[in-house]
């Protein structure tokens, strides 16, 4: 996994969104005073990166830069509690001082700081918003490190699982062992018993995954979703996502007889026709299985309990 997977996975960034402590140890965050709002110049301000170096390039975000982005992403966004003020929500328990200007006011702020305010209004980032832009700006030398403070976090949580999971089932086994030695038949066989649930469960959730994955009862027909779960996989196993994608090709070409890259230009997943869902999802299925990973969890996806139990 790498930190560039933020870009691409609208769930890893909901997943993160409310982390937004990381913002702080990356640069300092200069908010409109007494508010959790940036405007679209502080925010373009927050993402750039001036170097001191004169044989550097300054690393520069743009408030038009901004303004694209949200464009493109407004719907997320908004959901974070982007909005439109008045310089009237400001003056409010605030130290402006207000200059009125044609088709603008001026504030100023006792601290020195000072923002022009359209009259039909600002658009206003909160904490949340600020650090989903840095999860979203591609090029920001600031959102970088963001997004690796963010996969650092995640990447951590996710061994931590793993560790939990494997201290578990050292302790079953442990505990088999010493059964095994106490010469107890009882203490062995509910040690034993344990051992196998542990494992059973592991391999009950994976049956589960790609039975509902397989019957179509998850829908992911939306092309960018099995992007998101090639990617995953690929960062779960180490494994390249090109690598992965090219696995995948194969085996609907040796299974199927699907052979997309003979159909056009890439990305060759544009020309999988409706009719060979079916049989991409198994194919991915089964890729999953083979690497022991949940195919749900790929997708960062549930599988409703109604569904599974008619599997």
């Known amino acids: 996994m790498n930190e560039t997977q933020f870009i691409d996975d609208r769930t890893l960034r909901d997943k993160n969104v409310d982390r937004f402590e990381i913002l702080e140890k990356v640069k300092k965050v200069l908010l409109i005073p007494n508010t959790d709002f940036m405007t679209v110049n502080q925010l373009a301000e927050y993402y750039s990166t001036y170097y001191k170096d004169k044989n550097k390039k300054d ?16 719907d997320e966004l908004d959901s974070d509690g982007v909005c439109i003020k008045s ?19 001026i504030l100023t702020h006792s601290t020195g700081m000072s923002f022009e305010i359209p009259n039909r209004g600002i658009r206003v980032f909160p904490r949340r918003a600020i650090l989903r832009v840095g999860m979203l700006l591609r090029d920001s030398v600031i959102a970088k490190e963001v997004r690796t403070q963010l996969l650092n976090i995640e990447e951590k949580s996710s061994d931590e699982v793993k560790v939990q999971d494997i201290n578990e089932e050292q302790s079953l086994m442990l505990a088999v062992g010493m059964a095994v030695a ?50 995953k996989l690929a960062a779960v196993t180490g494994i390249h996502f090109s690598k992965m994608w090219n696995e995948l090709y194969k085996n609907l070409q040796y299974k199927y007889g699907i052979c997309l890259k003979q159909r056009g230009g890439t990305p060759y997943v544009q020309w999988i026709k409706e009719s060979e869902w079916d049989d991409v999802m198994k194919t991915f299925c089964a890729m999953c299985e083979a690497y022991e990973q949940s195919p749900t969890e790929m997708f960062q996806q549930t599988t409703p309990r109604n569904a599974l139990a008619s599997v």
């Open 59 to 74: 690393n520069i975000v743009t408030p038009d830069g901004i303004r694209k982005l949200y464009s493109l992403h407004s």
């Open 87 to 105: 310089y009237k929500d400001f003056l409010i328990g605030n130290e402006f001082t207000l200059e009125n200007l044609k088709g603008k006011v």
């Open 182 to 231: 106490s010469g107890d038949a009882n203490a062995v066989a509910v040690a034993t018993t344990n051992l196998i649930a542990f494992k059973n469960r592991h391999i009950e959730k994976l049956k589960n995954d790609n039975k509902a994955l397989a019957e179509g009862i998850l829908e992911w027909k939306d092309r960018n979703k099995l992007n998101a779960g090639i990617r």
